[in-house]
């Protein structure tokens, strides 16, 4: 469907040699309506959106697909589309690239959801607002949920999967009791799995493990870093890629921060990480 204004409902999708409904176009233009339909054997992922069409949790299907998962391509979502929420569905989110919240959006995403990250490249960058609670940010290779790839016990999750959340300067929002795994897949100077860049953002009672670089990184100003992290757990920062030799990033710090930082709290707690003093 390339942008329009279809209703799509109450059908079956089967035997199809790639994937079963792709939605495309431009926010604004597109707004289909895709609900109560069942999507099975197909070769590919039963759906594949755009991060602003909202997936409807009244579709279905069924364990013959080959990616189990629903694919969101990269792009914004911007105050056309904003408030957006994704819903908990029958599959996990698997972002394919770069997911970008805009200055004046919001995106919630529901708890109990998994967010799966398709490669390296796969990140969510937020200018505007982010709210995620009791949510599991992973690999596509982490079987969390479903085998979404497929390949049973083939492929393995590894640190650096995926690259990162990052929250830029004037963005606001929350990060609570949720799970950031395999992450802190970038090359800059600053990667991390979670990077706070002078955001307001609640940051609070998240497990972070096994990124391949830092677990949390902070900058900012004081003036413009005011976020406060309060009983996070930092598991295995600076882990290394499985590999003859392993592949290792030498960086590591469970929180990386500038010195005139004065939001983090006692109660966040570090195990087996590569380096426990931040710089």
């Known amino acids: 469907i390339l942008n329009g204004s279809p209703l799509i409902q109450g059908n079956i999708i089967a035997q199809s040699a790639s994937s079963g409904i792709r939605l495309s ?21 039963p759906m594949i959106l755009p991060p602003f069409a909202l997936p409807h949790p009244s579709n ?5 697909v080959r990616f189990r998962g629903i694919a969101i391509v990269s792009g914004e979502i911007t105050d056309r589309v904003s408030p957006m929420t994704w819903p908990t569905l029958q599959f996990p989110y698997v972002i394919q690239g770069d997911i970008r919240i805009s200055a004046s ?8 959801t998994i967010v799966k990250f398709e490669s390296t490249q796969g990140k969510i960058t937020v200018f505007g607002s982010l709210d995620a609670e009791n949510v599991i940010f992973t690999s596509f290779k982490d079987d969390v949920g479903t085998d979404t790839n497929g390949d049973g016990n083939a492929t393995l ?18 990060l609570k009791n949720s799970e950031l795994r395999y992450g802190g897949g970038g090359q800059d100077l600053r990667a991390a ?14 497990l972070i493990t096994d ?29 290394c890629r499985p590999g003859t030799p392993p592949q290792c990033s030498n960086a590591g710090f469970p929180i990386a921060m ?10 966040n707690l570090y195990q087996d990480c590569l380096l426990y003093t931040s710089p």
């Open 25 to 45: 176009g431009s926010a604004g233009a597109l707004n289909a309506t895709v609900v109560s339909n069942n999507i099975s054997a197909v070769d590919g992922y």
């Open 60 to 64: 279905t299907f069924g364990a013959e």
């Open 105 to 112: 959006a919001s995106l919630r995403i529901e708890p109990e």
């Open 157 to 174: 999750p590894a640190p650096g999967d995926w690259d990162r959340i990052q929250f830029q300067p004037g963005s606001s929002g929350r």
């Open 193 to 206: 799995a979670l990077v706070l860049n002078g955001t307001t953002a609640e940051v609070e009672g998240n």
């Open 211 to 239: 990124s391949w670089t830092d677990g949390i990184s902070l900058l900012g100003g004081p003036a413009a870093l005011t976020t406060r992290l309060i009983g996070n757990r930092i598991v295995r920062s600076g882990a």
């Open 258 to 267: 500038p010195p005139n930082y004065q939001g983090l709290d006692p109660s």
